[in-house]
C-alpha cells in the first residue's frame, strides 16, 4: 500500500469519525428542548414506573428488585416487578449511575434516566452507520446515520425524559441486525454469538424483540426458498439460535414463552428445516439423483405434516400457548376493537395515518422507495443478461434481500399501527441513505473519473468468464424471442410465441433482463453536468428541509412532557399549566399513606410515582377483569359505584377534565372505552347503547341520555361545572372541548364529596364518604291522627320482624322492611 492510498484511507476514517461525532452530537443536543423549556423531568406514564423501578433498584440492589413485590400497584392484588418487567432499561440505568458514582461524578439517578434516551440515539446511529455500510456502502451508512439521529420517527420515543424502553431497544435492534448480517456474511461462529449477545440485550429491554426473532428467521426461510443455502446460512443461523433461545429464557419476565408460544415457533421451524436441507445437501452427492428427489420431496413431505400435526396436538395439549389478541391484532384492525376493547383503547393502537408517515419521515419517506429499488435492482440485475436466472441466482448478493425483507415488513406493521413507526424508522434511514448516497454517486462523480472507471470495467469484464458467456446469449435463445426485444410490447409478443413452444419462462427472462441491461447501458452514457448540478442542489435542498422539519417536530410537538401543558397567552406570552403535579403534590401531602385512589388505569404510573399512594389499576393492563370493575364503577351511578368503591376499599377517585382550558385527553373522551371494557366483564349491568343518545350519538349535552347523566364519570367532572362560566358570551356550564352546555348543570352528590380541584380544574379528587351502618335517608313527613304532622326521620323507623313466617321445618325468621309507627 502506498503512501497516498494510506493517507486516502487515513483521511477517510477521519472523516467519518467525526461525522458520526457530529451526528450524536446533534442527535443528543435536538433531545433536549423539554430540558431547556420546562425542568429535568419525566415525561408520559410508563416512564414513570420504569423510574419508579430503577430508582427502587439502585437503592435496594439487582435481586432485591427482582424479588420486589409492589403493594402500591394493583390495590388489593400487588405486582410481583421482577417477573413483569423487561429489565434492561433498569439496569442499564443502573450500571451508568453506578460508573459515575465510582468514578466520583455523583448525581443522581433521576438524572441519569432522563439523559439516557438522547445518549443512546447517538449509539443508534452508530449501529445504523455499521448496518447500512454492510449492506451498501460507507458512504450510504453516513446517511443512514445522519438521518436517524434527527428523524422524528425515532426522535419521539428518545426525547430527554422519555424513560422507555424503545428508548435502548432500537439500538438493540439495529445493532442485533447489523451483526447477524456479518455473521451471515462470513459464516462466523463469533459474529453469531455476538449476535446473540445483542438479541439477549434486546429482550431484556422490550418486549418487540418478538420482531427480530422473526424476522431472521424469514430471512433465512427466502433464502433457502430461493436456493441460496451456503454453510455460512448453516453456522449463522443454527448458532444464533441455540445462544438466543438459551439466553432470551434467562429474562424472568419471558422464561420459557421461547419454547412454549406459538409467536416463536416460525424460528423454530426455519431451525428444524435447516437441518433437513443441510442433510439433503449432504446426502446428494452420495446418492442417485432419482434416490435424492424421492428422499427430498418424501421426507419433506412427510416430516412437514408431521410438524404440523405436532404443533396444533401441542397447542391442543396446552404445552404450546395459541396466538395471543396481539398477534391477531396486527393482521387484523378491528379483532382488538372486538375482542379485546382494552388494547384498541390505546391512541398508539390505531392505524397510521397516511399524515403521520410524513410527519414522521418527511422527505426519507419519498427515497425509501428508491433506496429499496435499488436494492432490488442490485440483487435481481447483477449480470441477468449473461447467464439468466439460475446463474443470477447464485450470483446475487443474499444481504440486500434482508433489508428488502426488514423495509416490506415493517411498512406493513406500520400501518396497521402507529407504535410500531418506530421499528420502521430504521429501515426508512437505512433505504433512505441507499437512495441519496447511490444518487450523489452518479451525479457528483467528475467526467474523467467516470471514463476512466468505465474504460476500466469494459476491460475486466472482457477478462471474465461469464461475460464470453454471454457473447453466445443468442445461440441459446430460442427462436420465438425476437432478437430486437427493445420495449414492452415486443416482450409480451415474444412471451405470447413463445407459450405455443413451451418456453414462456425464458422469453420473460430474456425481456426484463434485456430492459435492465438497456437501462444500464442509459446510465452509463452519463448525463450533461447542467443536468447533474440542478439535481444535486435539488438534493441538497431536500435534505435541508429534512433538517429543519425534524428540529421543528421535535421542537413543538415530541418535547411537551404530559405532566406539564403549555399554552399561549392573547400576548404570545407562554402560559404553563402544572395541575398534574399540583394534584399529586396534594394527594402525597394530605393523604394518609396507605390511601388508596381509584383512577382510570393511564395514570397509575403516575399516581405511583409523584404521589406514591395506593393505585388499583395502572398502565400494565395485566389483569382485563380488574379494569373492568373499576369501567364499572366509573359507568355506574353513584349508589351502585359507592358499593364497588367499599369492596375495593378507596379512599379517593381521581379524574381529568378538560372541560374548562379545552383538553382533549380527558377521561370524558375515554369514557366510551370505559364503558366497552366493563361490558366486556359486565354486560347484564353496563350496555354501551344506554350511554348514547335517542339519534345514537355520544353526547354530554341537552340531548345526553339518563344513564350518561347519572353515572359516576358524569357527576365528577361536572360537579359545580354549571356555575362557572368560561367566557364572557357563553353561558354556564360551557364545555370547551366538547363545544356545547352540558346536558346537567344541577349535579347533586350523596356517596362522595369533592377534595381538592387544580387551579385549571384540570385534576378533579373526590373523597369517598364513610357513611353509617344505617345510612341516612331524607325526612319524610308522618301525618299522626290526633296530633299535628309531626316530622319523622325515616332512619329511626325500625324494622319489625314478622314471626308469621315462622313457617315450615325450617322455622325461619324473614326481616321485612316495614315500616310501623304507634297510634296515637
Known sequence: MTSKTTSRVGATTLLTIVVLALAWLVGFASRLFAIVRFESIIHEFDPWFNYRATHHMVQHGFYKFLNWFDERAWYPLGRIVGGTVYPGLMVTSGLIHWILDSLNFHVHIREVCVF?????????????????????????????????????????????GSYDNEGIAIFALQFTYFLWVKSLKTGSIMWASMCALSYFYMVSAWGGYVFIINLIPLHALALIIMGRYSSRLFVSYTSFYCLATILSMQVPFVGFQPVRTSEHMPAFGVFGLLQIVALMHYARNRITRQQFMTLFVGGLTILGGLAVVVYFALVWGGYVAPFSGRFYSLWDTGYAKIHIPIIASVSEHQPTTWVSFFFDLHITAAVFPVGLWYCIKKVNDERVFSEFRLRFERQANNLFISVILYAVSAVYFAGVMVRLMLTLTPAVCVLAGIGFSYTFEKYLKDEETKERSSSTSSTAKDEKLYDKAAKNVKS????????????????????????????????????????????????????????????????????????VHATYVTSNAYSHPSVVLQSSTSNGDRLIMDDFREAYHWLRENTADDARVMSWWDYGYQIAGMANRTTLVDN?????????????????????????????????????????????????????????????????????????????????????????????????????????????????????????????????????????????????????????????????????????????????????????????????????????SAKA
Open 116 to 160: 439516557l434516551a438522547p445518549t443512546f440515539s447517538g449509539l443508534t446511529a452508530i449501529a445504523t452507520y455499521f448496518l447500512t455500510k454492510e449492506l451498501w456502502s460507507p458512504g450510504a451508512g453516513l446517511f443512514a446515520a445522519c438521518f436517524i439521529a434527527i428523524s422524528p420517527g425515532y426522535t419521539s420515543r428518545s426525547v430527554a
Open 476 to 547: 441459446r435463445v430460442p427462436d420465438c424471442v425476437n432478437s430486437n426485444v427493445s420495449s414492452p410490447v415486443s416482450c409480451v409478443l415474444s412471451v405470447r410465441l413463445c407459450v405455443v413452444d413451451g418456453n414462456s419462462h425464458y422469453a420473460f427472462f430474456f425481456c426484463v433482463s434485456f430492459m435492465f441491461h438497456n437501462a444500464n447501458e442509459g446510465e452509463e452514457t452519463g448525463v450533461s453536468s447542467n443536468v447533474r448540478t440542478i439535481i444535486s442542489i435539488i438534493l441538497v435542498i431536500f435534505l435541508l428541509m429534512f433538517v
Open 620 to 820: 400494565n393492563t395485566w389483569n382485563n377483569s380488574h379494569i373492568a370493575l373499576v369501567g364499572k364503577a366509573m359507568s355506574s351511578n353513584e349508589s351502585a359505584a359507592y358499593e364497588i368503591m367499599t369492596e375495593l376499599d378507596v379512599d379517593y377517585i381521581l379524574v381529568i377534565f378538560g372541560g374548562v382550558i379545552g383538553y382533549s385527553g380527558d377521561d370524558i373522551n375515554k369514557f366510551l372505552w370505559m364503558v366497552r371494557i366493563a361490558q366486556g366483564e359486565h354486560p347484564k349491568d353496563i350496555r354501551e347503547e344506554n350511554y348514547f343518545t335517542a339519534s345514537g350519538e355520544y353526547s354530554t349535552g341537552a340531548g345526553a341520555s339518563e344513564t350518561m347523566l347519572n353515572c359516576l364519570m358524569y357527576k365528577m367532572s361536572y360537579y359545580r361545572f354549571g356555575e362557572t362560566r368560561v367566557g364572557y358570551n357563553q353561558a354556564g356550564g360551557f364545555d370547551r372541548t366538547r363545544g356545547y352546555v352540558i346536558g346537567k348543570t344541577d349535579i347533586k352528590l350523596e356517596y362522595i364529596e369533592e377534595a381538592y380541584t387544580t387551579e385549571n380544574w384540570l385534576v378533579r379528587i373526590y373523597k369517598r364518604k364513610k357513611l353509617p351502618n344505617r345510612p341516612t335517608v331524607k325526612e319524610a313527613t308522618i301525618p299522626i291522627k290526633g296530633k299535628k304532622a309531626t316530622q319523622v326521620n325515616k332512619q329511626d323507623l325500625t324494622l319489625t320482624f314478622n314471626f308469621n313466617s315462622l313457617q315450615g321445618k325450617n322455622k325461619k325468621g324473614v326481616i321485612r322492611p316495614t315500616p310501623t
